[in-house]
């Protein structure tokens, strides 16, 4: 189901947030990342949902390159991630109810099933008798709960929740383990990232540990258990190709690394894309000189 395929990110000459990144996930796994602050597990996380790409290597969903996906693509492909951020994120002016139903109605769907949705993940959390109460109104735990129902309204077949137990005391920590356990055993990919060592050693899952950017352990058992990743053979790589004659050989080698090849995919990039990628100012005229001489060819 998800592929991470020697995934490098290097933000600078002298930072690397991931090195060589290389895992597998199965449909209906139920997997947690660990590792110290500043292992890179945010970094891959962003990669993820494509809000950076790889400087190397590259990263698959089901049949999906995610660096190679057009960004008027990306509300679709997220839409089948469900994301439990860890700032909660839960809108502060709407109540419990509203949060949900708002996140189904931003996805297209009809008033009755908004509302037959809205109480079923309400239910899913044991929050329906907190329905209109807002985030501020809630515990730390029950927004939790209410994070997670939201992050299930679009039905997503891989939920990623990010220390949802962190600021929580032990009783709620359990509490939202026993609901992400529920909600995988309905089918649904599960994947926690956690420095919860109680939850981790109680769920005996599979165990993926990160430090310093690099995948050092990929096990089943408790947090503290250990078995070390050989190094994933890389195929032998091709001479890059010329795909883009006439633009910048550095522009060129930008796009390379970044698995863009061919002129859909420029045409997509937004200027968010481009500040990730390190163009220059110079770059940056150079590939909208070049764009526009395509678009004024193609008339």
């Known amino acids: 189901m998800l ?17 060589d990144v290389h895992f597998t996930v199965d449909k209906g796994e139920f997997f947690f990342l660990i590792g110290p602050s500043g292992a890179g597990k945010t970094t891959l996380l962003r990669l993820l949902i494509k809000e950076e790409v790889p400087t190397s290597g590259s ?3 089901d049949k999906i390159e995610v660096p190679k996906l057009p960004n008027k693509l990306l509300p679709n492909y997220r839409q089948r991630l469900g994301i ?3 700032d909660i994120k839960l809108l502060p002016t709407k ?5 949900i139903a ?4 931003i996805i297209g769907k009809e008033d009755k099933e908004i509302k037959e949705t809205t109480e079923y993940l309400l239910e899913t959390v044991g ?36 220390e949802p137990t962190g600021n929580l005391d032990p009783d709620n920590a359990f509490q939202i383990l026993d609901i992400l356990k529920k909600i995988n055993n309905s089918g649904t990919t599960v994947m926690v990232i956690s420095h919860d060592r109680d939850i981790v050693n109680q769920m ?7 430090v310093e ?25 091709e001479e890059p190709k010329e795909v883009f004659g006439g633009l910048d050989k550095d522009i060129q080698e930008i796009f390379e690394k970044a698995k863009i090849d061919n002129m859909d995919m420029v045409l997509n990039l937004t200027g968010a894309d481009l500040e990730n990628l390190k163009f220059s100012k110079k770059q940056k005229e150079s590939l909208e000189k070049y764009v526009s001489n395509y678009l004024n060819n193609k008339k």
């Open 127 to 162: 929050l329906q008798d907190r329905r209109n109460l807002f985030p501020e109104q809630l515990s730390g735990g029950e927004q939790q709960r209410g994070a997670i129902a939201r992050a299930l309204a679009s039905n997503p077949e891989m939920l990623v929740a990010d």
């Open 59 to 61: 990263i698959f969903f």
């Open 102 to 105: 708002f996140a189904l109605d």
């Open 84 to 86: 439990v951020f860890q």
């Open 204 to 210: 005996k899952t599979r165990v993926i540990k990160i």
């Open 95 to 99: 109540t419990l109810e509203e949060n």
């Open 3 to 19: 592929l991470f395929d020697n995934v490098t990110k290097k933000y600078n000459d002298k930072i690397t947030a991931l090195e």
């Open 213 to 237: 950017g690099k995948i050092v352990s990929d096990t089943k058992g408790d947090y503290d258990s250990f078995k070390a990743v050989k190094k994933h053979k890389q195929e032998k790589k």
